[in-house]
């Protein structure tokens, strides 16, 4: 499993023991990125960081939420920055995707009243996928937690609009970081919020990741919601077009490093030996750089073999 999510594990107010404690800092900090929008960009700092971002759009009947961030107690936050800004009623939660770090909040909006949507791949892969990233050695405690996360219960294939009052949402699902991811995406405002299909200045958890799928994916992201348009991302702050072309850029350099790794005859630790050096020659600025380099180097190596193990849709079909 990719260090990064245990990284997540670890830092995520998971359990009531640690949440009780009164932060020094918030789990987020709440960025306005249109008239009507927010994300919260999650606070390394807190002693309960949020482990991800998020954020919500308020129309003039009811609020969408975008993800849920890795704890119920980031929720609860989340929750009070909503009421502080209006009393209508939460309409929808979207989950951009399965991962732990983005839908832990999940039951604290559907206490709420909001209907949680999301790809059709997430209700199984909320339980199953989460299990299995946190391992075969997983407490007890752990293992009932993820087992609770609240599924969604609205599902759709590419995707689908949502309306809380005026204005469309629109929310559109994209192969690369899953199989089962989704950006929500509000045109009048010119903002869209990509969840990890977005890292902005920062390598990505490639563990259930299809490179070129995301690739393409960014691609066509770009092309319909370029210019003008603020980015939020999964992870990392709040970025523009420039942002996610050297994102896209980043994911085009890693699979060309192993691409011609791999003409060299390497495999495995020796491939990682030519890769790693030269992405931290071209990304150190980068965060998780270094405990990432050479598993992102591994995983993109196992992908481009054809051996990477992905998450399957029910039934027991591939996902990209």
Not at 20 to 47: C, G, H
Not at 209 to 237: C, R
Request: hydrophobic share 45%; glycine share 10%.
């Amino acid at each position: 499993m990719v260090r990064l999510v245990l990284a997540l594990v670890a830092g995520a107010c998971l359990s009531g023991a640690h949440c009780a404690r009164a932060p020094v800092e918030p789990p987020f900090t709440l960025k306005q990125v249109a008239p009507n929008a927010w994300a919260a960009i999650d606070n390394p700092k807190s002693p309960s960081p949020a482990s991800s971002n998020a954020g919500f759009v308020i129309g003039n009947d009811g609020v969408t939420v975008i993800d849920t961030l890795g704890s119920l107690e980031a929720a609860k936050h989340l929750l009070v920055e909503i009421r502080r800004r209006t009393p209508l009623p939460l309409k929808f939660v979207i989950n951009s995707h399965y991962h732990l770090d983005h839908v832990a909040g999940n039951a604290e909006f559907a206490a709420a009243g909001a209907t949680i949507l999301a790809q059709r791949n997430v209700r199984d892969w909320i339980h199953t996928e989460n299990l299995r990233l946190l391992g075969p050695d997983i407490s007890p405690e752990l293992k009932a937690l993820a087992e609770s996360f609240v599924a969604p219960t609205a599902l759709y294939e590419d995707g689908v609009n949502v309306y809380a009052g005026t204005g469309t949402i629109q929310v559109r699902s994209f192969p690369g970081h899953t199989g089962g991811d989704s950006i929500v995406v509000i045109p009048d405002s010119r903002v869209a919020f990509l969840g990890d299909l977005f890292w902005r200045a920062m390598l990505p958890n490639l563990v259930d990741a299809s490179t070129q799928p995301w690739i393409d994916s960014l691609a066509t992201i770009l092309d319909a919601n370029g210019s003008g348009f603020t980015f939020v991302p999964g992870h990392g702050d709040v970025g523009d077009a420039s942002d996610l072309v050297a994102f896209r850029n980043y994911l085009v350099t890693l699979r060309a490093l192993v691409a011609d790794a791999r003409t060299q005859g390497k495999s495995g630790e020796a491939l990682a030996q030519i890769v790693v050096p030269r992405l931290k020659e071209l990304y150190g600025g980068w965060e998780f750089i270094e405990p990432l380099a050479k598993d992102s180097a591994l995983q993109t190596e196992s992908e481009l073999r054809g051996t990477k193990r992905v998450p399957m849709m029910p039934g027991g079909g591939a996902r990209d």
